[in-house]
């Protein structure tokens, strides 16, 4: 059974840092890329970063670049999301998702249940 677990969603303060973590199970992480997705209120969700399962390829939404840092752990089923210089509109349920490709994560196939950031003062 494929699953997709986020945690380390909170609150912090703005220029804050926060890093979060999505466990992996039921399938071979390193065949496949991972990306971390979130939803602000009243706002469509949106891919915030990809990370390719070749040569760990990342790429970022122009809004999270050089801030947001994704990364792998293939032998620990984990993939993270080191968030820095945290922005009040970073505000958002994030989550991790797969549509098993190998490169991209367009129109996941399955997600996890998703994890709050709230970024305020």
């Known amino acids: 059974q494929v699953q997709l677990v986020e945690s380390g969603g909170g609150l912090v303060q703005p220029g804050g840092s926060l890093t979060l973590s999505c466990a992996v199970s039921?399938?071979?992480?390193?065949?496949?890329?991972i990306g971390w997705f979130r939803q602000a209120p009243g706002k469509e969700r949106e891919e915030v970063s990809c990370i390719s399962s070749i040569d760990d390829i990342a790429n970022y939404a122009s809004s999270v670049e050089g801030r947001f840092t994704i990364s792998r752990d293939n032998a620990k089923n984990m993939v993270y999301l080191q968030m820095n210089s945290m922005r009040p509109e970073d505000t958002a349920v994030y989550y991790c998702?797969?549509?098993?490709?190998?490169?991209?994560?367009?129109?996941?196939?399955?997600w996890g249940q998703g994890t709050q950031v709230t970024v305020s003062a």
């Open positions: 039921g399938f071979t992480l390193e065949h496949f890329a």
């Open positions: 998702a797969t549509a098993f490709r190998r490169t991209s994560c367009p129109d996941p196939s399955h």
